[in-house]
């Protein structure tokens, strides 16, 4: 079933600025309190113009371009600038430390790097010892150190036109990104990921939590991991939503956060609920319009309860992976929830539990989870 339509990155957001024009797509809030927002026909030049600066860096389609950066509204220009001119984003886990970061340029062949001044210097001596490809970088803070092949990325943003300079031919197949997994077995292991990918994420997202063009979805996960990109951030975009990205997660001022936006959906993994838990009760536990809270790891089920008693939500639990795209087991909002059960495999999956011999088991007992799609399309094209 081909739900996408040929329809590539490029073209969505020319169809969303068109449809959604003054209405709002994005907004971000700094750790300090900063914020910013951006309709959909602002965003749209936004990327643009991010497009624009990197075609005039040298990024022609098929380059790897690397983003080492916390959540910010430069971490979506980039994202969708480099898919608009066929680039590929690697995004780095901002937490890595120098080892870990320079092998993923090294590994991805990242020629251009886009960061900000907290993570320069790591990145400062490993451009001094010449160990990787990488031939530039852009800072997404205003004061710039005097080194050669470092630029201001708003300054050259903000000099680049609104309109699209560079637009070679896409197809769904190109491929968009290259996520670097967590590395539990081995090294990090690079996921490509496609324009096909990324849109069919954004429908089956949607799908999932029934978004709708009214719908406010916040998060405060990290903009470089597959939840934020292809959980939160293609759904409210594919369905015409405002997407919250917060910077930092804080459990004092994550309901208030909830409240200032009016979001609707957001989404907790067991520390945020464990936190959220422990702060003081207040009367404002309830202020807030969230219907859904999409969800994800181990919960016991008292835990469970108590913070669905006390903050009057509902958990949309879900499971996945960085090669999965989505929560391709889940909840589904028009189903009654079986508790401690993850759900049912969604459209388009298949998924089975096996044994040691790779054949399938009967319910209730423990073996291998095993899932079946279509590579490039429905799950990840293949590893780097």
Same mark, same amino acid.
């Given at each position: 079933?081909?739900?996408? #339509?040929?329809?590539?990155?490029?073209?969505?957001?020319?169809?969303?600025?068109?449809? @959604?024009?003054?209405?709002?797509?994005?907004?971000?809030?700094?750790?300090?309190?900063?914020?910013?927002? $951006?309709?959909?026909?602002?965003?749209?030049?936004?990327?643009?113009?991010?497009?624009?600066?990197? $075609?005039?860096?040298?990024?022609?389609?098929?380059?790897?371009?690397?983003?080492?950066?916390?959540?910010?509204?430069?971490?979506?220009?980039?994202?969708? #600038?480099?898919?608009?001119?066929?680039?590929?984003?690697?995004?780095?886990?901002?937490?890595?430390?120098?080892?870990?970061?320079?092998?993923?340029? /090294?590994?991805? /062949?990242?020629?251009?790097?886009?960061?900000?001044?907290?993570?320069?210097?790591? @990145?400062?001596?490993?451009?001094?010892?010449?160990?990787?490809?990488?031939?530039?970088?852009?800072?997404?803070?205003?004061?710039?150190?005097?080194?050669?092949?470092?630029?201001?990325?708003? /300054?050259?943003?903000?000099?680049?036109?609104?309109?699209?300079?560079?637009?070679?031919?896409?197809?769904?197949?190109?491929?968009?990104?290259?996520?670097?997994?967590?590395?539990?077995?081995?090294?990090?292991?690079?996921?490509?990921?496609?324009?096909?990918?990324?849109?069919?994420?954004?429908?089956?997202?949607?799908?999932?939590?029934?978004?709708?063009?009214?719908?406010? $979805?916040?998060?405060?996960?990290?903009?470089?991991?597959?939840?934020?990109?292809?959980?939160?951030?293609?759904?409210?975009?594919?369905?015409?939503?405002?997407?919250?990205?917060?910077?930092?997660?804080?459990?004092?001022?994550?309901?208030?956060?909830?409240?200032?936006?009016?979001?609707?959906?957001?989404?907790?993994?067991?520390?945020?609920?464990?936190?959220?838990?422990? /702060?003081?009760?207040?009367?404002?536990?309830?202020?807030? %319009?969230?219907?859904?809270?999409?969800?994800?790891?181990?919960?016991?089920?008292?835990?469970?309860?108590?913070?669905?008693?006390?903050?009057?939500?509902?958990?949309?639990?879900?499971?996945?992976?960085?090669?999965?795209?989505?929560?391709?087991? #889940?909840? %589904?909002?028009?189903?009654?929830?079986?508790?401690?059960?993850?759900?049912?495999?969604?459209?388009?999956?298949?998924?089975?539990?096996?044994?040691?011999?790779?054949?399938?088991?009967?319910?209730?007992?423990?073996?291998?989870?095993?899932?079946? #799609?279509?590579?490039?399309?429905?799950?990840?094209?293949? $590893?780097?």
């Amino acid at each position: 079933m081909d739900i996408i #339509g040929g329809q590539h990155l490029r073209q969505m957001w020319d169809d969303l600025a068109d449809v @959604y024009g003054h209405k709002t797509a994005l907004i971000c809030e700094s750790s300090g309190g900063v914020v910013n927002r $951006y309709s959909y026909l602002e965003l749209n030049q936004e990327i643009n113009r991010t497009a624009n600066l990197f $075609y005039t860096l040298g990024i022609r389609k098929g380059n790897k371009v690397a983003l080492h950066l916390d959540n910010c509204p430069e971490f979506i220009f980039c994202w969708f #600038g480099l898919a608009k001119i066929g680039a590929i984003m690697v995004p780095i886990n901002a937490r890595l430390l120098r080892e870990e970061s320079e092998w993923i340029l /090294q590994n991805s /062949q990242a020629c251009l790097l886009v960061t900000s001044a907290q993570f320069y210097p790591m @990145y400062q001596q490993i451009q001094q010892e010449d160990a990787t490809q990488l031939r530039h970088i852009c800072l997404t803070d205003v004061a710039l150190p005097a080194d050669d092949g470092v630029s201001s990325f708003t /300054q050259l943003k903000n000099q680049q036109p609104a309109t699209l300079c560079y637009a070679p031919p896409l197809s769904t197949d190109d491929t968009a990104e290259i996520l670097f997994t967590s590395g539990t077995t081995s090294r990090p292991k690079g996921v490509v990921i496609t324009h096909y990918n990324l849109r069919f994420a954004g429908y089956y997202s949607a799908w999932q939590c029934a978004l709708r063009d009214d719908d406010v $979805y916040m998060t405060v996960m990290p903009a470089f991991h597959i939840d934020c990109q292809c959980t939160a951030a293609m759904a409210a975009f594919s369905a015409g939503a405002t997407f919250v990205l917060v910077e930092k997660y804080s459990a004092r001022a994550f309901w208030g956060q909830a409240q200032k936006y009016r979001a609707t959906i957001t989404e907790c993994i067991p520390m945020m609920i464990r936190t959220l838990m422990v /702060q003081p009760p207040s009367a404002n536990d309830r202020q807030h %319009r969230l219907r859904e809270v999409m969800f994800y790891l181990n919960l016991s089920e008292q835990e469970k309860d108590a913070f669905c008693e006390r903050f009057g939500v509902r958990l949309l639990t879900s499971y996945g992976m960085t090669e999965t795209i989505v929560g391709i087991i #889940g909840d %589904r909002p028009s189903d009654k929830r079986r508790w401690l059960s993850i759900g049912r495999a969604g459209f388009c999956y298949e998924a089975e539990i096996r044994d040691d011999h790779n054949r399938p088991l009967p319910a209730g007992e423990i073996g291998e989870i095993c899932i079946k #799609g279509v590579p490039g399309k429905t799950i990840f094209k293949e $590893y780097f």
